[in-house]
């Protein structure tokens, strides 16, 4: 079965800093997605980037990126010039025909 | 543009009730899925409704059952509550076609529910 790994329970960055959110999965599947989710105290899941397994270029969605290694099945996110409103907590998921989250990271930002 | 909407925003059982939870997708979305989080947790798959059939299932009980209308609003029914039914319930709606993970899903605000 698929599983996805969140190593960080929490992660703290200085505001305009950068930081990198750890996620790793195993799957015996060769298509499939990988997410990473933002849900913040309000609790409302938010997209903050996708990456298909069969591209090999990494995805970007402004501030942030990931860094995909599909032979390693390691999956991270980048956050650039962080805000205070980053803070949340930032869940990793694998998605085929089914949708499989990590436990999360809880990443805090300070001023 | 409304998003997915839930209701209620809140709500308390005991154990052995049954609990009926609502879910309006996002204006033009046909697919409905819903996910169970635990406190501390991440969302775990219940189910996923398309063209008012169940299309996928994760690993939960037959307690666990849905339901879509022909507006592609769906219900999610939890029979013989367990105390380890509290949870967050979330609903996510999306565009159906390319399997469950093909399409982005966007979340409601969830259903806090407490069995006591």
């Known amino acids: 079965a698929q599983t996805v790994t969140q190593s960080q329970p929490e992660m703290s960055v200085q505001e305009a800093e950068t930081v990198t959110l750890s996620c790793t999965y195993d799957?015996?599947?060769?298509?499939?997605?990988l997410f990473w989710y933002k849900q913040p105290p309000s609790r409302q899941m938010i997209l903050v980037i996708r990456?298909?397994?069969?591209?090999?270029q990494n995805a970007t969605e402004n501030r942030f990126s990931v860094n995909f290694q599909k032979a390693a099945k390691s999956f991270s996110l980048k956050i650039s010039d962080s805000q205070l409103g980053d803070a949340a907590m930032y869940f990793c998921?694998?998605?085929?025909?089914?949708?499989?989250f990590g436990a999360g990271t809880r990443l805090t930002v300070k001023p | 543009d409304a998003g997915v909407t839930q209701s209620p925003t809140h709500l308390i059982k005991t154990r052995g009730q049954q609990v009926t939870l609502r879910c309006s997708p996002k204006s033009g979305h046909d697919t409905v899925s819903w996910y169970q989080q635990a406190l501390g947790q991440g969302p775990q798959f219940i189910f996923q409704y398309y063209e008012e059939e169940e299309r996928q299932r994760g690993n939960f009980p037959d307690r666990f059952s849905g339901h879509q209308f022909p507006n592609y609003s769906s219900e999610l029914n939890v029979n013989a509550l367990l105390l380890g039914d509290s949870a967050l319930y979330l609903c996510?709606?999306?565009?159906?076609?390319?399997?469950?993970?093909?399409?982005?899903?966007?979340f409601g605000p969830g259903t806090r529910l407490t069995v006591l």
């Open positions: 996510a709606s999306s565009l159906g076609g390319a399997g469950l993970a093909g399409n982005e899903q966007f």
């Open positions: 998921a694998y998605g085929d025909n089914d949708m499989r």
């Open positions: 990456q298909e397994a069969y591209k090999q």
């Open positions: 799957t015996s599947e060769s298509d499939y997605y």
